[in-house]
Structure formats: C-alpha cells, structure tokens
C-alpha cells in the first residue's frame, strides 16, 4: 500500500514558478513509478509528467514540455515537480499517482494523492 501527499500548491503570478511535492509513505516507494496529473474547473482530469521508479527517464505532456521538469529523491520518498513560466492555463488541482507499471495513462495508476491547487493570476 503507498499513500501519497501532495504540497507546495498555491497562488502565482503569471510567469512564476512553484514546486510541487508528492510523498509517500512506504517502503517500496522506490519501485514505482509516478505521474502528476492536472484537472482544471470543467475540465477532465490529464496528463502532466511521469518518471520512471529509477528516474531514468522522463515524460512529459506537449503542453509543459520545457517549463515543467519532474524528478525524485527516493532516500525521501519525494517526487517533485517544478514549474516554471506558469500561465493562467496551468491553473488546476494537481494530483500525484503511482504505479509499479511506466504509463501516461491515468486509469493505470492505483495509488493517488488528494491533490494541491495551483492558481496562476494574469
């Protein structure tokens, strides 16, 4: 069983940065690997990034690709995502996900956090 806990959301400008962190608990944190996923008001929820268990490599959506960089410290359990150049359109609830399969797919993922708001202001 893996719980997950996402913070570091909140209030930013219009081109600010925030970095947004996801821990777990358990010991076999290490072996998953883990998305962040977005839902935006009305909208459906989607893909953001993943990293694979050993970070190895990365994937990321079209739309955040070059302003959003995702990595993890297993020694802390901690996968973080760092936003950069935030627009209004980034403004959402941010979810963290985790699964022992490497997918994009967000109905493959079986441990999710309760989500951290992220508002960006024009």
């Known amino acids: 069983q893996v719980q997950l806990v996402e913070s570091g959301g909140g209030l930013v400008q219009a081109g600010g940065s925030l970095r947004l962190s996801c821990t777990a608990s358990g010991r076999t944190f290490r072996r998953y690997n883990v998305g962040w996923f977005r839902q935006a008001p009305g909208k459906e929820r989607e893909f953001v990034a993943a990293?694979?268990?050993?970070?190895?490599?990365?994937y990321y959506a079209d739309s955040v690709k070059g302003r959003f960089t995702i990595s993890r410290d297993n020694a802390k359990n901690t996968v973080y995502l760092q936003m950069n150049s935030l627009t209004p359109e980034d403004t959402a609830v941010y979810y963290c996900a985790a699964d022992s399969r490497t997918t994009m797919v967000e109905s493959e993922y079986t441990y999710w956090g309760q989500g951290t708001q992220v508002t960006v202001s024009s």
């Open positions: 990293t694979t268990w050993s970070a190895g490599s990365t």
